[in-house]
């Protein structure tokens, strides 16, 4: 497939335009969740006065995370490259928008994105729901055959596709788990960035 034509990006940021450090795992431990299940899902499934409390400890234990934030590798060069070719860039995350900002504002990214391109879980509804690639293709006036969504776990992917836009698995670590729901892999953002600019 080829990307060049797409003006569209919308990009995961935990773990894609930014180095992974939430441990799910112990994350799910300190809320008192069952292991294995999504976090979002199972605070929804929980009775809302039981739910809220936990919701806010999630956003405390994400914020203490955003002082960790650093950038993947070439994430500002491929952001610059799509900015410069005139391309619109977007932000959607599992993680609440006040987390987002900062974990961008953190990393020296967030000047590449309009206020309203970035999108937490208040939002829309989390993915692997395609809401949130649908709310920003509204906002940009597209179709998803402009757009690509770019992200490093499986719900990315999946969004991406029930949104009908094209998918970049990110994959850092070389695992190729999800690589069956993606368009295209890669394993570094320069490997991205020199597929749109050849």
């Known amino acids: 497939m080829t990307l060049t034509g797409r003006t569209h990006w919308i990009f995961d940021m935990d773990g894609t335009l930014t180095l992974a450090v939430h441990n799910f795992d112990e994350i799910r431990a300190a809320l008192g969740l069952p292991p294995g299940r999504p976090i979002l899902e199972a605070l929804a499934a929980l009775p809302p006065e039981q739910a809220a409390p936990l919701h806010r400890q999630l956003d405390e234990i994400e914020l203490e995370l955003t002082r960790q934030a650093t950038p ?25 928008r006040l987390n987002a900002f900062e974990t961008l504002r953190a990393c020296a990214l967030l000047d590449f ?86």
């Open 72 to 96: 993947q590798q070439g994430a500002a060069a491929l952001l610059s490259a799509l900015t410069q070719r005139g391309a619109k860039v977007g932000i959607l995350t599992r993680n609440n």
């Open 113 to 198: 994105f309009e206020p309203a391109c970035i999108l937490g879980r208040e939002a829309a509804a989390p993915k692997p729901n395609p809401d949130g690639i649908l709310k920003l293709l509204r906002h940009w006036n597209v179709g998803p055959d402009a757009a690509v969504m770019v992200g490093d776990y499986l719900f990315d992917l999946q969004a991406g596709r029930r949104a009908g836009t094209a998918t970049v698995y990110f994959d850092a670590d070389n695992t190729n788990a999800w690589t069956a729901h993606a368009d295209c892999r890669v394993q570094a953002l320069n490997e991205l960035l020199e597929m749109i600019v050849s």
